[in-house]
Nanobody
Framework: QVQLVESGGGLVQAGGSLRLSCAGS????????MGWYRQAPGKQRELVAR???????NYADSVKGRFTISRDNAKNTVYLQMNSLKPEDTAVYYC???????????????WGQGTLVIVSS
């Protein structure tokens, strides 16, 4: 069984920084895309940032220039460095991965349990 475990959420003042981590564990043959989504109260889940296996990232317009996504393929881990945080960044942040558990199997989509980020004004 494959799991994604997030860490690094918490409470921070506006203008501050946080770094989220998401580590994959279990039987993982290969990771394709890894990413971060967020869901604020009363809103739909939205893409924050995504990075494919080659390292090419893409970002939501709302976080460009403030957030940086990176990955460590050897550790099956993805990171999200969040700088210049704003109150509107407050949300539960979910890790997402597209992966294979064996060579012959098709790709699976796996989600983490979420980590709460609160940015106070």
């Amino acid at each position: 069984q494959v799991q994604l475990v997030e860490s690094g959420g918490g409470l921070v003042q506006a203008g501050g920084s946080l770094r989220l981590s998401c580590a994959g564990s279990g039987s993982i043959f290969s990771m394709n895309a890894m990413g971060w989504y967020r869901q604020a109260p009363g809103k739909q889940r939205e893409l924050v940032a995504r990075i494919i296996s080659s390292g090419m990232p893409n970002y939501a317009d709302s976080v460009k220039g403030r957030f940086t996504i990176s990955r460590d393929n050897a550790k099956n881990t993805v990171y999200l460095q969040m700088n210049s945080l704003k109150p509107e960044d407050t949300a539960v942040y979910y890790c997402n991965a597209i992966l294979k558990t064996t060579y012959s199997q098709g790709y699976l989509e796996v989600w983490g349990q979420g980590t709460l980020v609160i940015v106070s004004s």
